[in-house]
Every structure is written in C-alpha cells, then in structure tokens.
C-alpha cells in the first residue's frame, strides 16, 4: 500500500485520538535505579553543559543536601534524592529526576502559543520567545516537572531539562549521561532500551521489579526507569494510567465546533418561535377584538335599523289616521253644510 | 427633565469614596511591587502552585459570576420574557465590568503580560483549553462592550451610532450566549488534563457540563443579588418601570434559579456516581465536598422553591446570596483547596495577602466604575429620548 493509501485507510473521526507510538528513532535515556548511588555528579554536569544554571550554594559532594527531599526549580534542572525504603533490603535507594520527555506531552498540549515541540530526537523542547507566562504547562505536567522565574519582573521563562537536545544535534550525549560514573545512565533509542530494561529484569528477577516506568505511563515517556524498590516508594505517581495527556482534553474541545454550529441554530429558532407565538397572540387578541367589535356594531345596525321601520311605520300610520281623520272630517263639513 | 425621581447628593469626601480611594492607593503601591519584583514579589505561587488565588478568585469566579449578562439577554431578547427588560441594562453593564475586571487581573497573574495577544496573532496553540478560553473571552468582552454602549450613546447623545448598534442586538446577544456557553464550560475543561492533581469528588469528566450549569445558576443568582444591592444604593436612579417589575424580576429569576440548582445537583450525583466516589464522601474531603452539595446547592434551591411559592422576595434574595458564596466554594475548592490535594501540608499553597489586596483593589477599581456609569447613565431608567416602548 502506498503512503497516501495507508493515510486513507485511517479513519478520522473528530475528537478521536490517533495513536502515536513515538517518533520511530527517538532517543531516551534508561535510569537503573539500582546501580544510582546519589554522587550528584549528573547534577554538576547538567549545570555545567546549561549555560543559563548557576553553581547551587552547596558543592556537590555535600551530602547534606540529600537529608532533604528536593524538586527541580529555575535553577535546577534534575535533583538526586535519597529515599531509605523499608521494604527494600538495598537502602538507601538514590533517584534521579528531570523532564520525561513524555511521546505526546502535557506541557504541549496544554499550551495556548504553542511554544513546545517535541522533536524527532526525542526531546520535548520550550521556545521562550513566544511564551505569555500563563504557567498552565506547569499546572498540566504529572510529574511535576517544569518550572517558573517568579522572580523575574521582565522576562521570566519556564525552565526544565531539554535533554541537551543541542548537544544531542551535534552528537554529543545528554551532560548528565556523559557524567554518571555506575551506568546508571544509558542513552540510546528509545525502543532499543526497552529491550535492555526487559532484557535486565528477565535476568534478574530478584533484583528488579517487573515493571518499565515510562514504557506506558501517560502514553509513555522517553525516560524509562528500572527499579528494585516499588516505584510509588521513590516518589513516583504509579496511578497516572496510561492515556497521552491530549486524550483528556480532546473530547472537549470536539465539542466546541459543534456548539459554534449549532447554537446560533438554536437560539435563533427560538427566537423566531417566540416572535411568531407573540404575533400569533396579537393577531389573535386583534381578530378577537375586531369580531366582538363587528357583532356589537351588526346587532347595534339591526336594533336602529329595526327602530328606524318602527318609527317610519308609526309615522306612516299617524298620517294615515291625520288624513283619515282629516278626510273624515271634511266629510262631516261637507255634509253640514248640505242639510 | 433629565433623570427620574430627586437625585440624591453624592459628596466627594463620602464613606465610600474615601475607603474606595484608600483601596486604590494600596493597590497602586502592589501594582508597582508586581511589575518591579516579578510575581515572586507579592504571591505566594511556587512550583507545585502555579496558579493561585488571581485565578481561582478572579478568573474562574469572576466568569461565573458575571454570568448574569448572557443568561438575562437569552431570556429577555431571545426567549421574549419582556417582563424582565428593566433587568438587562443593569445585567449587561456588570457583565462588561465583570469581564474587564477578569482581564485587568489577568495582566497581574501572566509572567509577560503585553504578550497577551500572543496566541491570536503570532502562535496559536489551539490544542490547549486555556486557548478557547481566552478566545472567547476576548470576543465575548468584545460583545459586551458593544452591547453596554447604547447606554454611553444615550447618555452622549449619539443617535447614529446608538441605532446601529440597537440594530444589532438579537445578533450580539446569540453570538454573545454562544461564547458563553463556550467558555464557561472550557474553563471547568481546563481541569480536565490533571486527573492526578485534583480530587476525584471534584474532578470529573463533566467538568465542563458542571461548569455551564452552575455559571447560570450564578447569572441568574448575581442578577438578584445586585439588584438587591442597586436598590439600596441608587434607588433614586431607577425609574417606575424598573421599580414596579423588581420583584417580578426576583419571582422569576428566583423561580428559574431553583430548578438549575436542582439540576445541578443531579448532575453532580451523577458525577459522583459513575466515578464510583461514593466512599470518599466520608473523608475530610468528602465533608468539605458534603457542604457545598447541601448547604451551597441544596439549601439555596429549596429557598428559592419556598420564596416562590410564597411570593417572598426577601427569602429569595438570600437564596441568591448563598448560591452566590456556593459558586465561590466551587470554584476555589477546583482551583486551590482540592488542587493538590495529595501534596504534604508544607508544599500547599495559601494566597499571600497582596494577592488578595490586588484582588480587591481590581473589584473596587469595577465597584467604583459601576457607580461612575449609574449615576450617569440611563442604566436604572429609560432615557426619555430613547423611550421605544416595549
């Protein structure tokens, strides 16, 4: 089948949701949290390779900053946390944290000027220059990830790992895969390290949890994790499910043309039905009247009418009886006058 | 003769002019703390919180509550209920004020706000609720501004302009209820895509449907409640026609109120019941949730119900008080207090006091322009130049 047929045979239903598996030569990264020992190295690389990130105040091998639980902000694009997990006879488990880079992301989708792309690389870039500041990508990401310069009056950006999307044009490894001294971190396409995730888990099932976070989460992610301890354990939202972020809106915002179609329909309808109900009504009240008018003034022309011939009746019989009288008399006069 | 009844003498120096004035003067001086310091500056937003009380107050109630514009114009223009006409002007004035004040605080909440233009001249994002939103919201300010000028134009003496304008009422006011319907249910969808964050007594796939419901419920509330607050302030600005049908104004919308309240609130079961959340109604949530179904839903609607039945216009007008601070609940228990809700207590957010202060400094920037038009406007009365006689 060619191309153009094989787009045809897609059937396009408004408000459906075509599935998307990803760009076919994406790139992510496999985070095995089992070999993470919480050096923060990928912390100082990511600072290192991004030019707009300062020095923290605590060097990075100050071991105090793991005591507390931290989240990326506007200057951090990926922490490291420490979490002593009960359960897990490893402890403490280490966990890195940055940007997904969800296939069909939430920032994406949610945004009104449409400043994020994702790329065929696999990175899910943000494009300051257009962006409004309306932070609804922050409100919209599961995982908690990009962040704001709320202290920046005249250009704050949205800030959040690119997976060194430029360094990864010039084919140079994302800055904190390059760092990590364990292989905690693999880069690679992303389908080739879910055959290495599946493959490690197969291998040692007493090491690692059947699970590949990423694979399916929110329509999978291009940062895939593998762990020993339960993932919801290390701070991972496990009940997310496994529908794109665009399919919760889609439905929605379907409906919008249809309202915009039919409502004007509607109102209008109504509009005229109301119009034609009040004229019916007056027309009606109108005719009413006019009829009871009409009645009145028919039996008002009958009764002068009638009164008219009685009257000239009467008058024709008072001349009747006048000349009769008259005649008579006269001829009383007549005969008088004779004898 | 130029306005109707005795005008009332409005000092310089009253009690309002100078609390107002007070207001104005703090919310310049956070204005200047906004706009120099960034939004860090005066809000207590971070990055677990990324909207705050700017949003749930000003924009999501304060859509909902100026409501009262659109659902007054179906039922008087397209519905012909003109018994209800002395309503419009009134409804339509605080609909425009109500929006304008929606964008104004806009400008505060957004990082970059002269890029507000943004994504309806250079990169649309029409994937993203938040664009529908702001679509229609601009047009429909459009559409109220448009259907408030007659009353400037009168009020000028501009005929022309005036009658071309008239002319174009049913239109505006379809396209006007069209936006509406648009976007009130957008920003109940804007919550869609965080299934994760809020709670799920709150969240629903509904959420739009539960948004357009209660936005009229709120309109026709509002209507009622202002008018309850016009007639104390400016009842010498109302003429015999707005004074005659107030309470059948009252009656009617009170009676329209009470039957979507009640079919709200069988939307809102049903919400609950196909999600299957009848077990979290025993949690704190669950309460809180409770309150608002039953003193903010239920109660307002029998109220209403019993006002009606009993032509009680003073039981009617607190039925729409209530439903009045219900909507409020709604709204800033979806935006803030049901908003990640799983988050420890110390990464939740509670507005800074400055956010509120500019809050109310932009409701008394509104109030202020509210009384400026009243007491020179034909708003309250017909203007006897323009009388059509309806």
Known sequence: ?339 | MSEPGTSVERPLLSPFNIIAGTIILVGLWLSYLRFTGGLGAVTNLDNNNAWGFWIGFDLLCGVALAAGGYTTAAAVEVFGMKKFHAALRPALLTGFLGYSMVVVALLYDVGRPWRLPYPFVLSPGPTSVLFEVGACVMLYLIVLFLEFSPMALEWLGERKLRRVLVRMTLLLTIFGITLSTLHQSSLGALFLIVPSKLHPLWYSSYLPVFFFVSSVAAGLSMVIFEGTLARRGFADKMDEEHKRTADAVVLGFGKAAAFVLAAYFAIKVFGVALDDNWRLLATNYGLWFLLEMLGFVLLPCFLFLVGVRDLNPTLIRWAAFLTVLGIVLNRLSICLIAFNWQLPQADRYFPHWMEIGISVFVVTVGVTAYRFIVTRMPVFYEHPDFSEGH
């Open chain 1, 1 to 339: 089948m060619t191309a153009a047929g094989a787009a045809m045979a897609v059937p396009k239903v408004a408000g459906a949701y075509g599935e998307f598996s990803g760009h076919p030569d994406a790139y992510g990264v496999l985070h095995d949290i089992t070999l993470c020992i919480g050096c923060r190295l990928c912390e100082k690389a990511c600072v290192e390779v991004n030019d707009d990130l300062p020095m923290p105040e605590k060097p990075f091998d100050d071991e105090s900053v793991l005591e507390k639980r931290r989240r990326t902000d506007d200057k951090t694009y990926t922490v490291v946390n420490r979490y002593d997990v009960e359960s897990h006879q490893n402890s403490p488990v280490f966990r890195k944290f940055q940007c997904n880079h969800c296939m069909e992301p939430a920032c994406m989708s949610s945004c009104f000027v449409d400043a994020y792309s994702k790329t065929p690389e696999g990175a899910v870039v943000y494009d300051a220059s257009v962006c409004v500041g309306c932070r609804y990508c922050i409100v919209a990401c599961p995982f908690d990830v990009p962040t704001y310069e709320y202290n920046d009056p005249l250009e704050p950006k949205v800030m959040k790992c690119t997976l060194c999307h430029p360094r990864l044009l010039e084919g140079k490894l994302p800055g904190c895969v390059e760092a990590c001294p364990q292989e905690s971190l693999l880069f690679g396409r992303r389908e080739d390290l879910i055959a290495v995730a599946r493959e490690r888990i197969r291998k040692h099932p007493d090491r690692y949890i059947d699970h590949i976070y990423g694979e399916h989460e929110m329509g999978g992610t291009n940062w895939l994790y593998i762990s020993g301890a339960p993932f919801e354990e290390l701070g991972f939202r496990t009940d997310l499910g496994t529908a794109p972020a665009p399919k919760l809106t889609s439905g929605a915002l379907s409906a919008v043309p249809i309202i915009v179609g039919v409502w004007p329909a509607l109102l209008g309808g109504i509009y005229v039905m109301t119009r034609t109900k009040e004229k019916t009504t007056t027309r009606e009240k109108d005719s009413a009247v006019r009829e009871a008018i009409e009645t009145t003034q028919a039996a008002a022309d009958e009764a002068r009418k009638k009164a008219a011939e009685k009257g000239k009746a009467d008058k024709e019989k008072a001349v009747e009886l006048a000349v009769k009288k008259a005649l008579e008399k006269t001829a009383k006069e007549s005969a008088e006058e004779g004898s």
